[in-house]
Each structure stands twice: as structure tokens, then as C-alpha cells.
């Protein structure tokens, strides 16, 4: 019965994008349809094949490499803060140090495979296959595979040159993929708290959900005389299009890391003292009322459809909600360790797919402040004028990779 509720709603997810399509003729259902089979099909392999399931959890274990190994230089400047006694392991650690420290190492080795052209050849060469697969844009499937590795604001900041060129309606498609992204360098903060098989498997499957959801949205004709990807500067080249030191480029990696993790602290300590304070305020009116049970009741519906009873459904509902007036890293502290372990494998897998994502209120706001430094007035103001669109988007996407990957998992 519950996976046939599960199968309603991922059409139920695809009936909402066609409903709220700001041009239902232009749609490519045959592209639509390719992807979707596409996305069945991965799900399927990642989750019920078991060298499907070794692949991802040699890849999840591969992240989980990389953080243990950074937690060498964090024991090293920072000794008080890990507890002796479990020898240094994510589980002594608290918060920042176990999900966020990691960080400083793991952006810069990405920016140095960005640096020799390793990651940008490995991007290139998946974005033009699944160009050829889907039958989408060049550009538009690059992006959904470049943004998963290096993060929204990152990949709109190198796309610059692409950007003014193309046209409005195309950078509004690219506003709304990104609302969808991850960055490679933080999944192993994630696998950290959720599991990480699951974590990993919702990168691909977001991918071309991404684009699934931004082609019934927002479709947009593009003539093949259009589909062009403009030259972008390399990265690590300096304002004389010399190629920048190696040392000056990784210093400066660094630095962005650093900001990088105090711009999550940052967010994490607001909206969280942010959504408390609201929820004060929402019990002068009524105890029982808080910021939390109100945004569950208008995702109970959606959690339902994606097959659970009622009182599963209703618990999902909360922490679907909680992650989109917070973010991912709010919810997945909350259920790390013992409390997801003892959910049931559906709702892991679900609640896990769901939350991998930067898909928030707060997102929103960094891709407007990256447009408006990169593009026209014109431009920016398609951008600002469809918030709306860019959280449906990320909430659509969410919704349809939990719901597919659900169906797999029980």
C-alpha cells in the first residue's frame, strides 16, 4: 500500500511542476521522460544491487577517509577540543569540529584537482554526455553536474561570461537549479550525521531532478546556434592571464574554506536562535504553536505521499519543514547518530535524500547576491522577482529524489 502512495507522489511531484509551468507548451516531455527512467534506473542500481550499494559506500567511505585524515591538523591546533578518551574520532567531537573543521582540507585538495584539471575535465566530459542523453542544453547540463562539485555560489561566480550572455529566461533556469546543489567538499560533513550511502546517492539523482523540474517550470526554447558555452577564464589565472603561483592559489583556497565555515557557523547559530525566537513568540498566541509544527502541517501532505503512516509521515513532516526556514546541517545534527539509525530504513533513506541539498530560505539569498554581482539590472530583476520559483524548484527536487530513491528502500 505505501509504495504505491510513494509511486503517486512522485507523479503527484511532476503534476505540481507541470501545474505551476510558466509555459506548459514548450515542455520536452521526451527529455522529461528519458530522465526520469534514467533517474528509476539509478535508484534502483544504487539501492538494491550490491555492487550498486559497494560503489556508493566505497565512495562514502572515501569522504569519510578524507575527514579522518583531516582531523590530524584539527587535533593538532585545536587538542582541547577533542575528547582523549574516544581517540580523536568524529564521535568526540562536537559540532564544528567534527562536521565543519574538515572543511579547511577538503576544499582546497578540490581546488588544486580544480588547479592541475583534473575536476574540470571530469565535469566537462559528464556535462556533455548528459547534454547528449537528455537532449538539453550544453550549458544547462553542464551546470547541473558542475554546481553538485563545487557549490551554487562558486559555479555561478566562474560562469560569469556565460551568464551575460545568454538570456534572461535562461539565467533564471540556472537560479533555479541552483537552489538544488551540494558542494563536494562538505558531503563529508554530511555522511558524518546521516548515512553516508544515502547522501551519495542523492547527488546524482539531484542532478537530473534538477533539470527534470527546471524543464517543467521553466522551459525555454533554446536554437542550436544558442547552445554555446562561452570561454571562461581558467581558474588560477591572474589579472594578466598569467597562471597564479601554486601557493598563492592554495593560500588563497584556504581562505575561502575559512569563510566557507564561518558563513555555515554563522547561519547555523542564527537561524537557529532565529527559529527559537520565533517559536517564543508563537507560544505567547498558543503554547503548543511553534515555527516547526507549523510548516509540518503544510509539508504533512507532501511526507504522506511519499509513503508512511500517518505518525511517520507527521515526524517527517517536521524535519522537511525545519530544514527549509534553517538548512541541512540543522536537521541532520539534530537526528545524527542514534536517532536516524533507529528510524526504518524508508524513512532513513527518505528523510536522508531529502535533507542532501542546499534547498532553504536562506539560499535564495545568496544566489540573488551572486546574480546581482554578475549579471545586469535587467537580469537580476527576472531573478528577484521569482523567489518563488527558486524555492519551489528546490523543494520539487527534494521532494522527487526522496520520493524515487523511497521507492527502492523499504
Not at 40 to 68: H, I, P, R, Y
Not at 265 to 286: S, T
Amino acid at each position: 500500500m505505501y509504495l504505491a502512495i510513494n509511486a503517486v507522489g512522485v507523479v503527484v511531484f511532476l503534476a505540481i511542476g507541470f501545474l505551476f509551468s510558466k509555459n506548459k507548451h514548450h515542455i520536452h516531455w521526451r527529455s522529461i521522460g528519458i530522465m526520469l527512467v534514467l533517474n528509476l534506473v539509478l535508484a534502483w542500481f544504487f539501492t538494491s544491487f550490491s555492487v550498486g550499494q559497494d560503489a556508493v559506500k566505497a565512495a562514502a567511505d572515501g569522504f569519510n577517509w578524507l575527514v579522518e585524515v583531516s582531523y590530524q591538523g584539527i587535533v593538532f591546533a585545536l587538542p582541547n577540543w577533542v575528547t582523549p578518551a574516544f581517540g580523536g574520532t568524529a564521535g568526540s567531537m562536537n559540532f564544528i569540529t567534527s562536521a565543519l573543521l574538515p572543511v579547511l582540507m577538503i576544499v582546497p585538495l578540490f581546488d588544486i584537482l580544480t588547479y592541475i584539471g583534473v575536476l574540470p575535465w571530469i565535469i566537462k566530459w559528464i556535462g556533455r554526455g548528459l547534454s547528449f542523453i537528455t537532449g538539453q542544453p550544453r550549458f544547462e547540463s553542464f551546470f547541473a553536474v558542475e554546481m553538485m562539485f563545487l557549490g551554487n555560489t562558486e559555479v555561478l561566480a566562474i560562469s560569469g561570461i556565460q551568464l551575460r550572455q545568454m538570456r534572461a529566461e535562461r539565467n533564471l533556469t540556472l537560479a533555479m537549479m541552483s537552489m538544488s546543489c551540494v558542494t563536494a567538499s562538505i558531503l563529508g560533513a554530511y555522511t558524518q550525521m546521516v548515512p553516508g550511502q544515502f547522501v551519495l546517492t542523492a547527488v546524482p539523482i539531484n542532478v537530473i531532478n534538477a533539470i527534470i523540474v527546471t524543464n517543467l517550470l521553466n522551459p525555454v526554447q533554446v536554437a542550436p546556434a544558442e547552445d554555446t558555452i562561452a570561454k571562461v577564464g581558467a581558474e588560477g589565472q591572474d589579472s594578466d592571464g598569467k597562471r597564479e603561483p601554486f601557493f598563492s592559489f592554495l593560500g588563497d583556497s584556504i581562505l575561502t574554506a575559512g569563510r566557507l565555515t564561518l558563513i555555515i557557523v554563522a547561519n547555523v547559530i542564527a537561524f537557529v536562535a532565529l527559529a527559537a525566537l520565533a517559536d517564543k513568540l508563537l507560544a505567547l498566541i498558543w503554547k503548543p504553536l511553534s515555527l516547526e509544527s507549523i510548516l509540518g502541517v503544510i509539508m504533512f501532505p507532501f511526507a504522506w505521499l511519499l509513503g508512511f503512516p500517518v505518525h511517520q509521515a507527521w515526524l517527517l513532516s517536521q524535519d522537511m519543514g525545519l530544514k527549509l526556514v534553517t538548512n541541512e546541517f540543522v536537521v541532520m545534527g539534530k537526528v545524527a547518530g542514534s536517532v536516524i539509525n533507529g528510524y526504518t530504513p524508508h524513512l532513513r533513506a527518505v528523510l536522508t535524500v531529502f535533507l542532501t541539498s542546499f534547498a532553504n530560505f536562506g539560499t535564495t539569498g545568496m544566489i540573488i547576491g551572486a546574480f546581482k554581482g554578475l549579471v545586469d539590472k535587467e537580469k537580476n530583476d527576472l531573478i528577484a522577482k521569482n523567489v518563488g520559483y527558486m524555492l519551489l524548484s528546490g523543494i520539487l527536487v527534494s521532494l522527487l529524489s526522496a520520493g524515487i530513491v523511497g521507492l527502492f528502500v523499504w
